[in-house]
């Protein structure tokens, strides 16, 4: 089925032209949030789910059923939170499966019937993409947690020096303000680490696919490492339009997470028919999100593939060796 | 540290009710906590000044350089008990600070303020103690016993007199001494240039009435106890400093680049006073009180925050505890670096604090002003031994303090903020909650087995038990209980039988009993819905002669449209407290019945015209004393409660987001 597939050129690569392969994603990221949330909800509803309002009371103002149940000496409370964590973490691990697929979906096309327009590689082909590329995504995953970690782990440690530094001289206000200061500057920095993750993400997902195209095979952790060659040389070639392109995705996604919040303020969403309009509202924010991610990482793609593209050409203009 | 008219009229149909004994039953249109009235004062007379026994007349001169206060002056003290008294007792508790051997260091007790080592020791160093007996000059620091056999602690020193003080007499003492501030700890001491000066002079422990002195070491847990008296006190620090002070500035003078103010006041048990250079200061008249406020460089946020509260908490108070009755309130914000001296309470001098980015919604600098302020009340002008009964000071302010914040801020008043709406009083009953067990509430200081028991009984318990006893008995009754003890024993040092007395008279016995069993037997209750039925009602079978007939009923006939049921709540625990249980048809209809509680267990009775859901004890959450609210309520069989969907819907969006911040 690979062999069925195209690489799109850079400049035909867009999330809008994949929205089954958002779906997809939203999809199995669904599946597994309420596969996360189902230890807290099975707890909620075992303490108050015979309650005739149910849960509804955990959310009363003053807090005290909510107090009663999260302060209150239950074991369920370590298990669910446990269970909870590791859900999280597997889950995180094994959605690089989906942003393999995702990536390649977005990567190549396979040709439609004679006339018609390149057509979406099949959810099948994408998903054995997005399986092939799985421990190099994990290992970028890994590398990149780390690394963020590192860098905000150093900015606290920084921020907190200056806080020591300055505060008898500054005041503890100013200070602080200086301190938030080199602390932003320091999680600017892990997100251009992020940046630089997901562009290595992409360089892995088009490197694994081509490398099935041509039936030649490598180790993750060699698509590892070419993937973070190609995203150090995006950044080299084109560190603003690459960190413009996430940061503005970026900005709108927290906006539409402070749009969560009004509407749930708005709404209340105790149970019923409201419960369901915030249920609605919250996914529809949830859609949105992930396909402003598909959109920076059509735009990764992009870049990656106009990169890859250059390095393949320049190979192909050098001269064969006499023999 | 822990809404009008309607509520009044229920509480006076409550009182009415709990007057007559009998069993609270409030209408279905007084669901719900009862809400503050507005305050009204009590008809109680209230005492204007304190019996004078003792006056300080004190000058005190800082070395902010060596951290170190040089002390002299004089103290007029009267033998007020009716027996002739032949020794004297000198709490000298900055010892407490002075090394690992002082009771306040070695008591094993973690959990609470103060529970570590001072960066530099603290000590009071006495120099000078005559009385001066007429033409006469006795030495007593000569023969004074510092220390007990085996004791090293040197924070309550024994004075024998060389002649023993008739009742009624007057003694006057020449004293002289030198204060090393500890770096800043339990409430006092230093950190850098600022300069919290607390428990610093030698103080003459409170006489009681059959001539013993209520004397005892600083522990670590424990506060104060004190005679009340005038304060002059002279305090004399470098020109740059900026002093506030407990009572008004009398005078003022800048002399040899020296700051030089002398703050006298009367009716007050104690004086403190912190300096600092860097202090800026902010001053508004609330209520008739010149407030100061002391903060530092860039708080003015903060400031503004606890001015706000004070221009609500003054009125409030003075309309439910008496008229504040001092001419001025110094708010002392202390820097981040010193956090151990925020917190505290002194005569016309509280200390307040909290991080400088706190945001609004977060209320805890409010609260803490609040409370502290509160103290003027429950330990200021109720001058309670803190020790012995530490719960008649922070337990009563704590109700006041919860009180306050809902009367101000609404049910969510501790945390309001990003959707969560937490209130003081349900934070406090639930830290509560878990130590009800564990010790009793009404015991001294150090006899609490740790920091956390103690705070969780003391400030906690207490507040629970008393915002239970507002809910169950009204607003307007509780306000005249808690405004009627405030007022009879100001200016006095009430014993808890006196607060224990006031309720059962304002109250009524019931309540009375509550109190006593909640604070000196560790009296718990939970109430619990252990089974529940519903049934059709049918109609007997058999043979029945109606009419001058004899007619044959088969079993099984159901009479149309009704039903029948009961519901068994059950009492555990020892305390009874009088509470409603709600029952609910599959119709939706709604009957309250009231239970006086008193017995260990009750069947209640259904019938409708539809099947019985579900049942909730304290539907209104009037019992924060309830020792389990998780078992308040129950589904009839086959039928099923309202689930938890919305936290499954909470849970999977916060999963996403969380879950798309690392990868989609």
Redesign the interface.
């Known amino acids: 089925m690979i062999s069925e597939l195209t690489p799109l050129a850079p400049s035909d690569i867009r999330a809008r032209t994949r929205p089954l392969a958002i779906v997809y ?1 939203y999809l199995a ?2 599946a ?3 596969l ?2 189902t230890p ?2 099975a707890w ?2 075992r ?10 009371v ?2 009363l ?9 999260i ?3 239950d074991a369920a409370l370590g298990v669910v939170s446990r269970a909870t964590l590791v859900l ?1 973490v597997v ?2 691990v094994a ?2 499966v ?2 393999g697929a ?1 990536l390649a979906s977005l990567s190549f096309s396979r040709e439609g019937f004679p006339g018609s327009a390149p057509r979406s590689p099949r959810a099948r082909t994408a998903l054995h993409v997005g399986i092939s590329a799985f421990w190099s995504m994990a290992g970028l ?1 890994v590398l990149g ?1 780390i690394a963020g970690g590192l860098v905000v782990g150093v900015g606290s440690l920084a921020s907190s020096a200056v806080d020591h530094a300055l ?2 001289r500054l ?4 200070t ?1 303000q200086i301190r938030v200061v080199l602390l932003a500057l320091f999680v600017l920095l892990a997100c251009i680490v992020g940046v630089i993750v997901d562009l290595a993400r992409a360089g892995v997902a088009r490197e694994t696919c081509l490398a099935a195209m041509r039936g030649s095979s490598a180790s993750g952790w060699t698509m590892l490492l070419r993937g973070l060659r190609v995203a150090f040389s995006v950044i080299r070639r084109s560190f603003r339009t690459a960190v413009l392109a996430w940061a503005w995705r970026a900005v709108v ?1 927290l906006v539409l ?1 402070g749009i ?2 009004v509407i ?2 708005a709404i209340g ?3 019923g028919t409201m ?1 369901l309009l ?2 609605i509202a ?2 529809a924010i ?1 859609v949105a ?2 396909a402003l ?2 959109s920076w ?1 059509a735009r990764a793609v992009g870049l990656v593939a106009a990169v890859q593209n250059a390095r393949e050409a320049i190979a192909e203009a050098q001269p064969t060796e006499p023999g | 540290m822990e809404l009008r008219a309607l509520a009044r009229c229920v509480a006076v149909v409550l009182i009415a009710g709990a007057a007559a004994g009998l069993p609270l039953r409030p209408s279905a249109a007084q669901s719900g906590p009862p809400a503050p009235s507005a305050p009204s004062a009590p008809n109680v007379a209230m005492a204007e000044h304190a019996e004078r026994v003792v006056d300080y007349t004190l000058r005190a001169k800082l070395d902010p350089a060596l951290h170190t206060v040089h002390g002299e002056g004089t103290i007029t003290w009267r033998n007020v008990s009716r027996a002739s008294v032949s020794e004297l007792w000198l709490h000298l508790y900055l010892n407490a600070f002075k090394n690992q051997s002082s009771v306040f260091m070695r008591a094993p007790i973690g959990g609470f303020r103060g529970s570590v080592v001072p960066k530099e020791w603290g000590t009071i160093d006495v120099r000078k103690l005559t009385w001066l007996d007429g033409a006469e000059k006795r030495d007593l620091w000569s023969t004074v016993e510092l220390r007990r056999k085996d004791d090293d602690d040197e924070t309550d020193a024994h004075v024998p007199l060389p002649r023993a003080v008739s009742p009624g007499e007057t003694m006057t003492l020449e004293v002289e001494w030198d204060d090393k501030l500890p770096a800043i700890v339990e409430r006092t001491g230093f950190d850098g240039s600022f300069h919290m000066v607390a428990q610093w002079f030698p103080k003459i422990a409170k006489l009681e009435a059959d001539g013993t002195f209520a004397h005892f070491p600083f522990h670590h847990l424990g506060e104060f106890y004190s005679d009340y008296g005038s304060y002059d006190v002279t305090v004399d620090v470098p020109e740059a400093f900026t002093v506030g002070a407990t009572g008004p500035a009398t005078e003022a003078k800048v002399e040899g680049g020296r700051r030089i103010e002398r703050h006298v006041q009367s009716d007050i048990h104690d004086f403190a006073w912190t300096a600092w250079d860097k202090f800026v200061t902010k001053k508004e008249t609330i209520d008739g009180v010149a407030c100061t406020i002391l903060y530092p460089p860039s708080y003015e946020g903060h400031a503004e925050r606890e001015l706000a509260t004070m221009r609500f908490a003054l009125p409030y108070y003075g309309a439910r505890y008496g008229k504040y009755p001092y001419g001025v309130l110094t708010l002392v914000h202390p820097p981040a670096s010193a956090p151990e001296a925020g917190g505290m309470e002194y005569p016309t001098l509280i200390t307040t604090g909290s991080p400088w980015f706190t945001p609004n919604g977060a209320n805890f600098p409010e609260i803490v002003t609040i409370h502290e302020f509160g103290h003027q009340y429950f330990y200021g002008l109720l001058g309670s031994h803190e020790t012995k009964w530490p719960f008649l000071d922070e337990g009563l302010n704590s109700y006041a303090e919860t009180d306050a914040m809902r009367a101000w801020k609404g049910p969510s008043n501790a945390i309001d903020l990003l959707g969560l709406g937490i209130g003081d009083v349900e934070s406090q009953a639930e830290r509560a909650r878990h130590s009800v067990h564990d010790d009793r509430v009404a015991q001294p200081a150090y006899a609490f087995g740790t920091g956390t028991a103690y705070g969780a009984l003391v400030y906690s318990r207490t507040d629970a038990l008393l915002e239970t006893l507002r809910r169950v008995y009204g607003d307007a009754a509780m306000q005249q209980m808690m405004g009627a003890y405030a007022r009879r024993f100001r200016f006095q040092h009430p014993v808890p039988q006196d607060f224990i007395s006031t309720v059962q008279r304002e109250l009524g016995n019931d309540a009375g009993e509550l109190v006593r069993a909640s604070l000196f037997d560790k009296g718990w209750v939970d109430f619990k819905i252990e089974a529940m039925s519903s049934h059709v009602v049918r109609a007997p079978a058999g043979l029945f002669d109606v009419g001058g007939k004899r007619e044959t009923v088969p079993a099984d006939r159901e009479t149309a449209g009704k039903y029948a049921g009961w519901v068994l709540v059950i009492k555990r625990g020892t305390l009874t407290v009088p509470v409603e249980i709600e029952l609910i048809a599959d119709d939706g209809t709604k009957t309250r019945v009231p239970w006086d509680g008193a017995s260990e267990s009750m069947r209640v009775p259904y019938s409708g015209t539809s099947p019985l859901h579900s049942a909730v004890v304290d539907p209104d959450k009037r019992i924060l004393l309830d020792q389990d609210p998780t078992n308040d309520f129950a589904t009839a069989p086959g039928r099923s409660g309202g689930g938890a969907p919305r936290t499954l819907e909470r849970a999977t969006y916060w999963a996403q987001l969380l879950m798309s911040a690392v990868s989609p």
Do not use: C
């Not at chain 1, 789910?49 to 509804?56: K, M, S, T, Y």
């Not at chain 1, 103002?61 to 009663?68: F, I, N, Q, S, V």
């Open positions: 994603v990221e669904l597994w949030a309420l996360i949330a807290v909800h909620a509803r303490v108050w789910g015979n309650h005739p309002d149910g849960d509804a955990l959310w103002p003053g807090g005290r059923d909510l107090l009663t149940w302060g209150g000496e999280l889950g995180t959605m690089q989906p942003l995702l995953l947690t505060s008898d005041g503890d206000a100013r602080f996604s997470v969560g919040y749930a303020q969403g105790k149970g419960l915030l249920w919250h996914q949830v999100r992930v991610r598909a990482l």
